[in-house]
């Protein structure tokens, strides 16, 4: 039954309505829960229809005035005036537990004196609209000549004028209080009302413990037998016909054969005595006490005294191929005994098998496993359960004269013919699975909570198609996977249908729908029948999900204008009409999820003023600002990019809306953190300017001539770091330029050629820079291995490499603009025109970026590590008179290459908490989105802005600490350095040059 519950409502949207004064469950020990009592005066020549008098709803009145009479109050039982009451009622209500209920009694004598009953009634605050079912329990006791009327009113204004009518309650049969549960209203708001009619002004009404649950009302298990209809009270079905009443009125023991069931408790007794004490003279004694106790014990408890069956000489012995737990029994033959309240066939292969009157203690029948021509139940049996699984049954007939079935489950069994009969119609839930039915023939229903007839054949065809009954209750109706090409018409009362997992093309619905499930079938266009006859459609709840719907057309809703939730998703929609939605104003949630639409306009919703949920994802929307501006009730957006959330209304002030979150960007700012928004300024300026006065500090103010090795790396890391500061500047000007509405320029920057180029220049200059790193690393190696004598000629094949590294990076950072799928939106995924493998969603070539920013980076600055590793042993080796011999060359080349250690190391932290992010989010792990905006505004650039500050600053000290201490060289000192300078970085007579230090 659960199963059967969550397949009904697994796709439905509760939608309510915030209410401080709404209660789930209330015992009044404190207060009243906000129930409140009204009397109600009818004005003048008005009137209104009274019913439940007697405790029937045929009993209808008009009233003309409602009487100021003593009306309901919240009190203990204790204080209750009982003095109108017969004492011997009196005295038993004085019995109940002394607790707070609401009450009414002594009702004061009409005014005017010319109605012979009275009203009274007391008001729940209001219930909240929801699209799930709800049970409402209560306990109640109704002495004297009084109805209690339980009904709902949608219309607040005074009097209250009853027409929604739940149940009605006559005199109680008993003094207790009896628990009753009914199904509250889907789909509107509502005030719950129990009303209290009196004739004679004496009587007595006690509510207590009022509760709410979700859910339909589920009263009784298979196992179990309900006592009456009436009251949600149950008992095991062991306690039936065991001599002994269980039910508070007493029905679990009525209808039962007695007599046997004392036989066979006497007859077991006998043998436990005979086991203890032979028979002898005193046997005849015993026999007379065995009697006396049943006599002077109004019976034997069979749970207690008579476990198992009968001695096997006995009358009532346990049949052959029969197994029993008290009156439960397990057989695989036909010889069950005719007192069993339970009996179970297995196995059975036979013509017939019949359960005839004299099984009158039958509750529960269960065929199991069985092949049979012919089953037949009797029709002056009481079967409350009646249960067929893995069978083959030629013909069933089942007649329920009594009206006493209330559950039948069928499970994998196949049928030729199934009848069910009953002269006051059927009233069971019927529940069936996996079955077949050959010849279906109609089940005259005529009230029930559910036929669930899921995954069967012939048994859908088993529903009437007409009932006129009046007294018909709603009923909820399950065909989904019956295989089914045509629905079939029902003008029953069907509240809730499924027709899900079917081949239907067309639908159809009455008046009197609330619910209709058509997911998964094969329906291209909403074109439905109807027949509203009735009255209006009530339909509130519409499904048509994973369907092939292309187009909603004007006037497709039109018949609907009660519909609260609307589902289409996963269909192939396209083009919506600017006024599909404008019939069904009530709607307050709508699911158009998983669809192919592109556009959606601001008039699609701009009469939807109730419309509370709405669900756009998985789309290609684009946004055009004011698109949501008419939806004054939404509280729930789904969408699929951040910058849809930025066309909320803005009348609404709390809404949740829900998109993936961007790393970076807001509804105001492309870049969303204020104190980025004036960080990437500076970092922007130190990267660009740093970077262009590196050559004008080489060339100018140190003077270098020669390009060596190492200056043609550092010039061209200057050129790769200069490009990742003019990326910088693009994205803090896109920023300035879209300040305030940037959610809805996103769109049409990202996908422009400028936010192309920057996305370029940035992965250009962050894979050329970490190459230079590591070429310059490689030369520092060889230089300092060499003793300084290799780093004049290579110049040649640096500029070749330099080339090389150009023409990679520039590749690499290229490759994504090809026209490919696995490419598409590459760098317009972001505002910041870079896809970084800092987050856990996999956007469209993130194993290409995965492996570029961190697995190849991984590889580089690993090696870079490494060689500075041997750069500083090196240099911490090198001992201080062996430095005080080299030249000033050498020197110099030394100090150089301490700077570059640091300049390779800040590279390498910078690239670090990527390459652990990168790693992280491989695995799965977000990092969140505030990290993402860091590391690319911060880490990535950052090295860009200090790797020229850190050369720059550590040439310049050199050179100011440097300058004073240069003495005039003399021409003998010149001439005996001579011999010294003709080494490598000396005096050259031939070119007349003296070779400076070099410079980065």
Known sequence: MKTFYALIYCFMIAVVEK?????????FKNDTCGWTVHESVVMPGNYILVCGVGGSLDSCYPRYLFQDGDLWTRRTIRSIILAELPWSISDQVDKLDNRYVLATNSFSKDVIGQYN?????????????????????????????????????????????????????GESSFINFSRTSVTLPIGTDFKLVFRAIQENWRGLILIDYISITDGLCEVCAENEFGCDDFRDECIPLSKVCDLNADCLGGEDEKNCDSEAVETVCKETMRTSHNKTQTLDEDSASNDADLNLSFSDSNGCKTRDCCPFCAPNDSEYSCPTNCTSSGLSFNCTSDNAPAYATSVTISGLVQDALLFNDSFSNLRQIIINNCKLHLLKIDSNLTIQTLTISNSTIDIAEVDDSTSSLRFVRIEN?????????SESGLK?????????????????????????????????????????????????????????????IFRMSVMVLDLSRNNLST????????????????????????????SEAQ???????????????????????????????????EDIHENAFSFITKLQGLDLSSNNLHSLKRNHFLRLLNLQSLDLRNNKIQLVEGMFDGLISIKYLRVDSYTLCCAQPKTVSKIQCTAPVDEFSSCNNLIGIPLLISLIWYIALFAVFGNLLSPFYRGFLLKVQNLSSFVIYSINLGIADFLMGVYLYIIAGANLRFSGRYGFEDEGWRHSHVCTVAGVLATLSSEASALFVLLITIDRIIIIRSQFTYSQRRSFVSKVTSAFVWILSLILSLLPLLESDYFENYYSSSGVCISLPLSVQRKSGWEYYMALFVGTKSVIFLAVLLGQLVIVVYVLHTRKDVYLRYTIQQREEVTLTK????????????????GVIGFLTFRGIDVGSQEYAWFVVVLLPVKSALNPLIYMLSETLKWITRKPQMPKVSHSSQSSRSSENTRPGGFDKRNGSTNKLKAA
């Not at 069936?432 to 065809?461: A, C, Y």
């Not at 700077?899 to 990527?914: E, F, G, K, R, S």
């Open 899 to 914: 700077t570059m250690v640091a300049v390779a190391i800040t590279d390498v932290l910078c690239w670090l908490p990527i």
């Open 19 to 27: 209410n401080s004064a709404y209660f789930e469950k209330c015992f």
């Open 428 to 488: 069971f839930n019927f529940f069936v699975h996996r079955s077949t039915v050959k010849n279906p023939t109609h089940i005259s229903f005529v009230t029930g909570g559910f036929v669930d007839l899921s995954e069967t054949t012939g048994f859908p065809l088993t529903i009437p198609n007409y009932i006129y009954d009046i007294n018909v209750k709603p009923t909820i109706v399950n065909l989904s996977s019956c295989n089914l090409n045509e629905q079939p």
């Open 539 to 573: 339909l509130h709840f519409l499904d048509l999900s994973y369907n092939m719907i292309e187009v909603i057309r004007e006037h497709d809703f039109v018949d609907l204008p009660n519909l609260l939730q609307l589902i289409i998703r996963n269909n192939r929609l």
């Open 507 to 534: 639908w159809f619905y009455s008046s009197l729908f609330q619910s209709l499930h058509l997911q998964h079938n094969s329906i291209k266009e909403i074109n439905f029948n109807s027949d509203l006859r009735q």
């Open 413 to 421: 069994s196949t049928f030729d013919e199934v009848k069910f009969s």
């Open 117 to 169: 009953f009275y009203v009274s009634d007391i008001i729940s605050p209001k219930i909240p609209m929801s699209l799930e079912f709800r049970c409402l329990h209560y306990s109640h006791l109704v002495l004297g000549d009084n109805a209690l009327v339980v009904a709902y009113i949608t219309d607040y204004f005074e009097p209250y004028e009853i027409s929604h009518y739940l149940k009605t309650h």
